[in-house]
């Protein structure tokens, strides 16, 4: 950690793609020994598969643009002011049935969920993302059970 104000502009400091769209580190375990935060732009007919973890809680809201999430039992239908609370235990899919994109700001704490997210990256780019047991070892790795596929 730091110890030091973080101010992130427009375009400043590290990002990923995911399935073509880039997720910006805003703040992440070497900022603080809190929480991340990310802002993650959801393409069209993505989706994270239903999933829990077991320790990480999760933020997450709209920006821009309509999802359709499951939490729990629960669909719901995520248009820009909506804010989720995930605490560990709780299965949700985060996905994007619209057919433009959307963007999210999310946080999880502990902070380090970073480096999956630089892991799925590159999984992702060298094609691994259809082969659902790399990225069920990918999540397992970093506090998450997979119930259903990912889908990008």
Not at 81 to 102: E, R
Request: charged share 25%; with cysteine; glycine share 10%.
């Amino acid at each position: 950690m730091s110890g030091k104000a973080i101010i992130r502009r427009p375009g400043e400091g590290k990002s990923v793609k995911l399935a073509g769209h880039p997720m910006a580190f805003l703040v992440t375990a070497s900022d603080t020994r809190h929480t991340s935060m990310f802002e993650w732009t959801i393409p069209s007919g993505f989706s994270t598969g239903l999933h829990v973890h077991r320790v990480q809680e999760e933020t997450f809201y709209v920006l821009e643009g309509e999802c359709e999430w499951q939490v729990g039992r629960e669909r719901v239908l995520a248009t820009p002011g909506t804010y989720v609370f995930l605490p560990p235990g709780v299965p949700h899919d985060i996905g994007n049935t619209s057919d433009k994109v959307a963007r999210v700001l999310m946080t999880v704490s502990p902070p380090g969920h970073e480096r999956y997210f630089e892991e799925l990256a590159e999984t992702v780019a060298r094609g691994g993302a259809a082969d659902p047991a790399a990225i069920a070892e990918l999540r397992a790795r970093y506090d998450t059970d997979q119930l259903s596929a990912l889908k990008s």
